[in-house]
């Protein structure tokens, strides 16, 4: 794996509160990789948006360090902060477009404040736009455009300073799924074209599952859970990810309190025999399938299933058997189902 181009060490935010302190993040620790497409997930208030801006130090830390391409953002001035920050550029589930300026324009403003010369600004974001699909909207104004017309536009002008890293900070909430899907494809065209890390941070299960190859999840202002997106999707191991993974539980029916519940975790094998179809068609015994989730990641399948048992302990045994022998399978009881 590459090196870090992103390393943050024990990094804390508190917010003083009008008289008492708000611990928006605690002892932040992540590394994230040149190349890669890393996702940062949490419910509402868990401090994802306060993480994001503290890699840039639009927001300050605290406490801890942020090093971004070998700097400490943490120990420069103002002046070099600013030069530091065409490395790592944003965007934004608002756009943040300027209304007055055409898409061209839009695109040049940060070249404009770096100080290139205006012919050399206009080609380049004539390029950028180009390479964004909108080559052909150069003179139109954001008002004229769609939401997922003007966030490639923001793309394209979060791009002008050839930045090493691309902070997405919900780029895609106000957007509908289809073109949700458009723009997540044009972000891994970049991340493969130009070698741009991205970050995506989101509170969306499919966001991550359709671009990300590592996820941390946040929960309460720390991290909860960090790894491979296939690995944490298949088995969560913490209260947080389960919440996010199965979000309000996937059990439907209602089963007799006797019965065994076990779930069975899908573990990224290239496809999935008929489980359920062969136990019967194998062992002879049926089980109830009381909720599944599953899911397509990187080409794998991966998700869970959530199964009764038969009543007859030997028939019970015979298809737990039968189930863990299976490849790319892992299975647990669930005792507290019917709570």
């Known amino acids: 794996m590459s090196s870090p181009i992103i390393q943050i060490q024990h990094l804390s935010k508190t917010f003083d509160g009008g008289g008492s302190a708000v611990h928006a993040l605690e002892d932040i620790n992540l590394d994230i990789h040149e190349g890669e497409i890393f996702g940062i997930i949490g419910l509402s208030g868990a401090g994802k948006s306060?993480?994001?801006?503290c890699m840039n130090l639009l927001e300050r830390p605290t406490a801890g360090t942020v090093r971004v391409d070998g700097q400490n953002l943490t120990e420069l001035s103002e002046k070099d902060l600013r030069l530091a920050r065409r490395k790592i550029t944003m965007i934004f589930q608002s756009f943040n477009l300027l209304m007055q300026r055409t898409c061209l324009r839009n695109v040049c403003f940060p070249m404009e404040i770096a100080g290139v010369p205006k012919a050399q600004a206009k080609k380049r974001a004539a390029e950028l736009l180009e390479l964004v699909g909108l080559g052909d909207k150069a003179s139109a104004y954001p008002a004229q455009l769609s939401g997922g017309q003007k966030q490639r536009v923001a793309i394209a002008r979060a791009l002008a300073t050839n930045p090493k890293v691309l902070l997405c900070d919900e780029a895609?909430?106000?957007l509908d799924p289809t073109t949700t899907v458009s723009i997540l494809e044009l972000l891994k065209d970049l991340n493969r074209q130009l070698g741009v890390t991205v970050v995506v941070i989101t509170h969306q299960m499919s966001v991550i599952e359709e671009i990300c190859s590592r996820v941390a999840i946040l929960d309460g202002g720390v991290v909860a859970e960090m790894g491979e997106v296939q690995e944490i999707f298949s088995n969560p191991t913490t209260d947080a990810a389960r919440r996010l993974v199965y979000p309000g539980g996937i059990s439907a029916a209602q089963v007799p309190a006797s019965t065994r519940v076990i779930r069975i975790s899908f573990n990224g094998g290239t496809a999935y025999d008929p489980?359920?179809?062969s136990l019967a068609i194998d062992c002879g015994v049926k089980v109830n399938i009381l909720g599944a989730d599953t899911r397509n990641v990187g080409g794998k399948a991966i998700g869970t299933?959530?199964?009764?048992?038969?009543?007859?302990?030997?028939?019970?045994a015979k298809a737990l058997n039968y189930i863990r022998a299976q490849k790319n399978i892992t299975?647990?009881?669930?005792?507290?189902y019917h709570e």
């Open 50 to 53: 306060t993480l994001v801006r």
């Open 172 to 174: 895609t909430s106000a």
């Open 275 to 277: 489980l359920i179809a």
């Open 305 to 316: 299933m959530l199964l009764g048992l038969p009543e007859n302990p030997n028939e019970a």
């Open 331 to 336: 299975v647990e009881e669930v005792p507290d």
